[in-house]
């Protein structure tokens, strides 16, 4: 009798439980539920599905795979990969599909992985696994580099998943090591001094497995020539690091300090960044947009309180563009007395302006008191140079008692003579000492003349050189 009660208590018990989970508003979990999504790689015991091949191995060439599927129950195909595409991307119960399965080209140092997901109803019911190789490769930290003409060194980073070999095709050229592993290696790149006429081309090529790259190395001559009877009296060949030397005097200034100019100046570190830096054998002057949203850019005085008197000056540049860009170099009279002999009766020799709303139209100017751009009666000559923006080439002038010459590699820009002009203050003010400016201007009344664009900064201005040579 006991027996009886007590399994008749067990019935009531198990119908009492089974009724609260039917009954009860909170979703209760009563034993297992065939609704739950199962995890990738589970099969329903509901739904039969068969996938060929289990797993797929493409090579890192891009590439379409067929993969398939047939399943008793319809179904879809899903992935969470950027890098593969599916085609089509589902099927009904008992019809065999072949889905395309297209990846992408595996541009990466190592091998990656997907996972395609089978779906029947909300189960993921098969998952296949997408393990895509990748190809031996090696890259360079750049793909072109630039020294100027005396011998130099400089770092490049190789960054590679298998080992590899650095070769030239120059003796003047090499890479210190020519061969290392997978990883980061540090290869210093030199040349020896180029004392020929032209800038000089060689090639660095960089090997890992199938890939192959090829490096870019121009070598500007170091040739150092003036006209006959001048000797150097004076250089900067930027062949150190850092800031600009002590012969330079560096301005701070406002932006709007002079033609409405908007760059402001400065010798100040920026956001981490210098306006006026010395490096890889080159001067440096970087105009850029800070944090405060101020325009930064630099300027810098050659010997401001001494200058020259005469002589034959030259230096190489390659010049930014954008619309906005203004860079030049010009010529100061020093030690001026403003208040009694203010601009442009001073004077002022322009060697070489450019304004990147007109790219690669270089010019040549005189300002005095009775011949300057206020009046429209200014000397000027201006002249098309092709890759004046993104190349070097060599400005310069001859400046004697009577007579002033500027040059663009070795070509007359503009000439100019006391006899034409007058021999009065008003007229030829150019018989005492003047000093070279080097500065990379944005906007203002010339630069800007027709609006900026803010999307061409940063940008640099770079000098290889400044050479001043006198009668002896």
Not at 337 to 361: A, L
């Amino acid at each position: 009798m006991l027996s009886i009660q007590t399994n008749i208590m067990k019935k009531i018990h198990k119908v009492l439980i089974t009724g609260f989970c039917l009954l009860s508003p909170v979703f209760i979990a009563c034993g297992n539920n065939d609704n739950d999504v199962n995890s990738p790689g589970s099969v329903s015991k509901e739904v039969a599905v068969t996938v060929t091949p289990a797993s797929l191995n493409p090579d890192y060439n891009a590439q379409t795979i067929d993969l398939t599927v047939t399943s008793d129950a319809d179904w879809a195909i899903r992935t969470e990969a950027s890098w593969i595409s599916l085609r089509p991307s589902g099927g009904v119960k008992n019809e065999t599909v072949a889905v395309k399965i297209t990846v992408e080209a595996n541009k990466e140092m190592d091998s990656r992985t997907a996972v395609l997901n089978i779906i029947s109803g909300n189960k993921t019911v098969k998952s296949v696994e997408v393990v895509q190789g990748y190809a031996m490769n090696a890259y360079a930290s750049s793909n072109s580099m630039m020294f100027g003409g005396e011998a130099a060194e400089k770092e490049l980073t190789i960054t590679s998943n298998g080992d590899w070999t650095l070769t030239s095709d120059s003796q003047w050229l090499s890479a210190n090591p020519s061969k290392g592993g997978a990883g980061d290696s540090l290869v210093k790149i030199s040349v020896e001094t180029n004392s020929g006429e032209d800038t000089r081309e060689g090639t660095l090529q960089l090997v890992c497995g199938e890939s192959v790259s090829t490096i870019k190395v121009s070598q500007l001559n170091y040739n150092v020539t003036a006209p006959e009877g001048y000797s150097l009296v004076w250089s900067d060949e930027f062949n150190y690091e850092g800031k600009p030397s002590s012969d330079w005097v560096i301005e701070n200034q406002p932006a709007g300090w002079v033609n409405n100019e908007l760059q402001t100046y400065t010798s100040r570190e920026i956001d981490g960044k210098l306006t006026l830096e010395v490096k890889d054998g080159f001067l440096h002057i970087n105009c850029f947009k800070g944090s405060d949203g101020k325009i930064y850019s630099g300027r810098m005085n050659a010997k401001p309180s001494t200058g020259w008197t005469h002589g034959y000056i030259e230096a190489r540049i390659n010049l930014p563009s954008g619309k906005g860009t203004w860079p030049a170099f010009w010529m100061m009279p020093s030690n001026v007395d403003w208040g009694s002999d203010p601009w442009p009766h001073c004077g002022e020799i322009d060697i070489m302006e450019e304004v990147g709303v007109n790219p690669n139209y270089v010019s040549s100017s005189l300002h005095t008191g009775k011949y300057n751009h206020t009046m429209n009666t200014q000397k000027t000559h201006e002249m098309y140079l092709p890759g004046a923006e993104g190349e070097f080439h060599t400005y310069a002038i001859e400046w004697t008692e009577d007579a002033i010459t500027t040059y663009v590699d070795g070509k007359v820009q503009l000439t100019a003579t006391r006899a034409s002009m007058g021999s009065d203050h008003e007229s030829w003010p150019f018989n005492r000492a003047f000093y070279p400016i080097l500065n990379l201007a944005w906007g203002g009344d010339w630069g800007g003349w027709n609006g900026v664009n803010e999307n061409a900064l940063p940008i640099t201005m770079m000098v290889d050189y400044v050479r001043i040579f006198q009668k002896q």
